[in-house]
């Protein structure tokens, strides 16, 4: 189970409700309801349009870049310590790629 049904069945979108967060989704999550933010879909936008979504991708991509080091998988696949010390390894690739990305 993934995506937009994920969201819903663990409660996801309730919870950042809750804690009046917003997410910044793609595309697919279009009709999620409140607190979630799509870019415009479609060719040919006006500027009107396309300035939103420059910076919803600005916003989302350091989340991207992060997730992608973590689903390659390289990184936690070569480590050479104990398993249980993977969320750390985790949570400083997470931190390191903010940091890049001021």
């Known amino acids: 189970m993934r995506g937009l049904k994920a969201t819903r069945v663990y409660g996801v979108l309730r919870r950042l409700k809750e804690s009046g967060l917003v997410a910044?989704?793609?595309?697919?999550?279009?009709?999620?309801?409140?607190?979630v933010v799509t870019p415009?879909?479609?060719?040919?936008?006006?500027?009107?349009?396309?300035?939103p979504n420059r910076e919803h991708a600005r916003?989302?991509?350091?989340g991207e870049r992060a997730n992608a080091a973590?689903?390659?998988g390289r990184v936690l696949r070569k480590r050479r310590c104990c398993p249980l010390h993977a969320g750390e390894i985790a949570r400083a690739?997470?931190?390191?790629?903010?940091?890049?990305?001021?």
């Open 93 to 102: 690739i997470l931190v390191l790629q903010a940091r890049e990305t001021g």
């Open 70 to 72: 973590l689903k390659d």
């Open 59 to 62: 916003l989302r991509s350091p």
């Open 24 to 35: 910044l989704t793609g595309k697919g999550h279009v009709g999620a309801g409140r607190g």
């Open 40 to 51: 415009f879909k479609g060719r040919g936008k006006p500027e009107r349009k396309k300035q």
